[in-house]
T-cell receptor, first 116, second 118 residues
Framework: AQKITQTQPGMFVQEKEAVTLDCTYD???????LFWYKQPSSGEMIFLIYQGSYDQQNATEGRYSLNFQKARKSANLVISASQLGDSAMYFC?????????????WGLGTSLAVNP | NAGVTQTPKFRVLKTGQSMTLLCAQD?????MYWYRQDPGMGLRLIHYSVGEGTTAKGEVPDGYNVSRLKKQNFLLGLESAAPSQTSVYFC?????????????????FGPGTRLTVL
């Protein structure tokens, strides 16, 4: 069964340092997509970055990059040069491309605190 | 573009009361979703819709009903509210992509509705 695991309930990082948030997934579908969302304390869900299972290169979006290791079924989010505004919950999600509903399977999230 | 909007933002109900949460999107998305978020539980899918006039059950559908009479609106109903339905409810929508067109299909979220059932 498809599953997303985020093993770090909470993480701390010093401002301006890089941090890696872990995400492992389980699926039997060869075609899938992986998403990361940010949820600040204000509550909104913000889409950050996407990685497709057939993408040859790791996805990058500004200070966000995805360390995609397909054989290990991991899709870790790397935030470079952390800022105070990066303090938030971060959710990893997966979509299996089989089927026609675009449903996402969600991890339980990692709470990131950036210290000044 | 307003994106995805939800009405109301906050609501307090008594056990047994009913209410409807309204979700509206102006992005012409085919797919719409209702989630609930509880502490330590992440996001759980309640119901979803792949197009106007269609709905389907998600992971935790019991106690909820939905309707998608118009493409831009997705309504979530609680017929007889229970304290276990105290939660933050999120609506989301996504684009299906035209035939042959690649689409990330990322979900766009509304701001959420905080519901308390006493």
């Amino acid at each position: 069964a498809q599953k997303i695991t985020q093993t770090q309930p909470g993480m701390f990082v010093q401002e301006k340092e890089a941090v890696t948030l872990d995400c492992t997934y389980d699926t039997s579908d060869p075609s899938y997509g992986l998403f990361w969302y940010k949820q600040p304390s204000s509550g909104e869900m913000i889409f950050l970055i996407y990685q497709g299972s057939y993408d040859q290169q790791n996805a990058t979006e500004g200070r966000y990059s995805l360390n995609f290791q397909k054989a290990r079924k991991s899709a870790n989010l790397v935030i470079s040069a952390s800022q105070l505004g990066d303090s938030a919950m971060y959710f990893c999600a997966m979509r299996e491309n089989a089927g026609n509903n675009r449903k996402l399977i969600w991890g339980l999230g990692t709470s990131l605190a950036v210290n000044p | 573009n307003a994106g995805v909007t939800q009405t109301p933002k906050f609501r307090v109900l008594k056990t047994g009361q009913s209410m409807t949460l309204l979700c509206a999107q102006d992005m012409n998305h085919e797919y719409m979703y209702w989630y609930r978020q509880d502490p330590g539980m992440g996001l759980r899918l309640i119901h979803y819709s792949v197009g106007e006039g269609t709905t389907a059950k998600g992971e935790v559908p019991d106690g909820y009903n939905v309707s998608r009479l118009k493409k831009q609106n997705f309504l979530l109903g609680l017929e007889s509210a229970a304290p276990s339905q105290t939660s933050v409810y999120f609506c989301a929508s996504s684009y299906s992509g035209l035939a042959g067109e690649f689409s990330l299909g990322e979900q766009f979220f509304g701001p959420g509705t905080r519901l308390t059932v006493l």
